[in-house]
């Protein structure tokens, strides 16, 4: 049997209505808290990437400089070295110690201004300087010792300004004469003041090569003034410490 609400039965239908109205909103308040957490359970931040690593800056590896280069201009204590040949010669001695690669200009009877019929060692600078050499090593020459100082210390400025102004990149080192075993040794001594002046003036390394101690065996000298292989081997071994002394450049 069904009950019929009649108009008058307002009363009942309020509070009825009041009922599921806080029903539904009570639904619509958990509704979205309990989605929330089902979502928040779903879209999980994603794990962190790992830091990012820079490659280290790469290895440059510098270009070959190829052999360091050495020019050698001399009198007859120079001349026997020739490249490919037994190392004999004080100047292959040196070159081998330094590990350059020489070329050898030097001739018997030449120097600072020698004789008309002999090569100057100016006259060998466009040679040198064709070479593009790293070092420059000048030697003698005891052919000079009869000249006047005045025309002697003109003919050494010369050729030391020629040489640095032609080969700015070279290191030019200056090596004296010799002291012979004849009666030459007071020009020697006078020679060796005046290169040692001139190379003082181009800011240039001096090596004194007529050092009493250095050759005084009988055995170092086949005529009283040119080296035996003995003696060669022993100057070159003095000079060498001397050009290790300066610094000179190696290619070693």
């Not at 190829?66 to 001695?93: M, Q, R, Y």
Request: charged letters at 15%; hydrophobic letters at 40%.
């Amino acid at each position: 049997m069904f009950t019929t609400l009649h108009a008058g039965s307002g009363r009942f239908l309020r509070p009825l209505a009041a009922g599921v109205l806080a029903a539904a909103v009570i639904g619509a308040t958990l509704t979205p808290s309990v989605d929330a957490q089902s979502l928040g359970s779903l879209t999980s931040e994603p794990a962190p990437e790992p830091p990012t690593t820079l490659d280290p800056d790469p290895v440059v590896t510098p270009p070959d400089q190829g052999p360091t280069l050495a020019v050698f201009i001399g009198d007859s204590f120079t001349s026997p070295a020739k490249v490919g040949t037994p190392v004999d010669n004080w100047a292959e001695i040196v070159a081998e110690r330094f590990c350059w690669d020489p070329t050898y200009l030097a001739t018997g009877g030449s120097g600072y201004i020698t004789i008309p019929e002999r090569v100057k060692f100016t006259e060998r600078i466009p040679a040198a300087t064709a070479v593009g050499a790293d070092v420059i090593v000048v030697q003698g020459s005891t052919n000079d010792y009869r000249h006047l100082d005045t025309i002697l210390a003109e003919g050494v400025s010369e050729t030391l300004q020629g040489v640095v102004a032609a080969n700015p990149q070279a290191q030019v080192v200056v090596l004296g004469p010799t002291r012979p075993v004849v009666s030459s040794a007071p020009g020697v001594d006078r020679m060796r003041a005046l290169m040692s002046r001139a190379s003082a003036d181009l800011g240039l390394p001096f090596v004194d090569g007529s050092d009493p101690t250095w050759l005084g065996h009988p055995d170092h000298y086949i005529d009283n003034q040119h080296l035996t292989p003995l003696g060669h081997a022993e100057f070159g071994r003095l000079v060498g410490d001397e050009f290790a002394a300066i610094p000179v450049e190696s290619g070693c």
